[in-house]
DNA sequence: CTATTATTCAACTGACTTATTGAATATAAA
DNA sequence: TTTATATTCAATAAGTCAGTTGAATAATAG
């Protein structure tokens, strides 16, 4: 009997040990500025490490070595095609678990609560629209659902009834733009500045404009959530 | 206006930078096996240092360490009264949070999924009941739901209904189960083994009984949930 | 077949993490 | 005040992670 207790309790254990690890591990493989902003350009859309590259900034090694990471553990997966090798999220799953974290973050940690205030406030786009409000808003029609990211990325998916503004035509486009509709603009997500300098620039024209607290991303989980129900 | 773009550029970039390493700071204190159990055992009851030592196995000072780690990033809190410190989840919205992490990884990483099933195999617990299931099957009365988390456990918090017989009891107490009703035994959630413990040595007896899919801290989670809609 | 380009691999350095030890601090009981 | 106990701190050694370099591989165009 006594045998039989510590068999037992050896193998709890043993168990606790594989689970526990196996959950650090994909911890760990997220736990990194770098592989974070990885994560955030391939929740827009399928790209190559070249682009990764050029979206962020990292060597090109080191975004190699990074993919390789975040796929060790099933977060994102490739394919390879001419010269190319590109990469996307693997799962759904994963998207929505990794919202849930950054809005953790975000409202429960001080410093990121009070970093992203000051930005949003000095762009002045601090009445941000949520996700409820986004709703209510599109029935009334009187918005412009403006999507300011790359053209690539909004083709990829974009939030229904949006048009496509890339920030950096914004200038040159004014005149498309309906005076009389407030505008909302959105991009990648909540670490995104595109918007904010979208609504930046376009409250200083006179434009009444806010921008989403969210991005596509979000929307897409979103919207995956309430077909499941 | 070009110096203009690359001060823009450089803000966005510093902002970027603050956001991402905040977030990758709390995902690296929770990614260690060892502070992973430390939650677990935090997320059923406040305890000790000693407390959760006896409970994981691991050195004073190491938990000490990791309980630090835990505080640095707003995940744990700490009161001092006579000789001990007591530490406890410093909010719920954490613990939410982290279920969706554990739902995710059960459900979505191979292995995880596949050592789970072994476990609850091993002891015939492998037809497990979901928080829905469990609603259902508390309205028709005929089950009793059993907590074996030890007494202390069960007294800082239990769920609705149920019965306290923590498993080193549970031999000893056999009488004082009704024979006819199905049994349904939970514990301190998917990664804890009390529960497929009393399942095992239940159903070897001959009794009618399955575990939880989850314990405490998830349906604590669920109800939070459910009242703030 | 050769040259070109995109990506990965291997090896290395410096920086962080973890676990262990023993000393230091703080509380409460004698 | 002294003593015992619980916890934290500081220093260390071993292990892991991140970023850089240059070489290796693999696909395509000429």
């Known amino acids: 009997m006594f045998v039989y207790l510590i068999v037992n309790m050896m193998k709890s254990r043993e168990f606790k040990d594989v689970m526990y690890d196996g959950l650090s591990r994909l ?35 080191n975004a190699s070595q990074h993919l390789q990471i975040l796929k060790s553990v099933n977060i994102v997966r490739s394919r390879k095609q001419g010269h190319y090798v590109y990469y996307s999220l693997a799962n759904n799953e994963f998207l929505a678990m990794y919202h849930h974290i950054v809005k953790y973050a975000i409202n429960e940690i001080a410093e990121l609560e009070r970093t992203l205030s000051r930005q949003r406030e000095d762009c002045k786009a601090l009445q941000a ?15 412009l659902l403006m999507d300011v990211r790359p053209v690539s990325e909004f083709q990829s998916g974009h939030i229904g009834g949006a048009v496509s503004i890339p920030l950096d035509e914004l200038i040159s486009r004014l005149k498309d733009l309906p005076g009389n509709k407030e505008i909302i603009a959105y991009c990648r997500g909540p670490f995104c500045v595109l918007a904010d300098e979208a609504v930046k620039t376009l409250s200083e024209k006179g434009y009444k404009v806010r921008r989403l607290d969210f991005g596509y991303p979000e929307w897409k989980t979103r919207l995956m959530e309430s077909k499941a129900v």
Chains 1, 2 share one sequence.
């Open 27 to 61: 911890l760990k493989a997220l736990a990194n500025p770098q592989r974070l902003e990885i994560i955030e350009m391939l929740s827009q859309e399928e790209k190559s490490v070249e682009g990764i590259v050029q979206s962020t900034g990292i060597s090109v090694a």
């Open 129 to 143: 629209v949520s996700l409820e409000e986004l709703e209510e808003l599109v029935k009334n029609e009187n918005v």
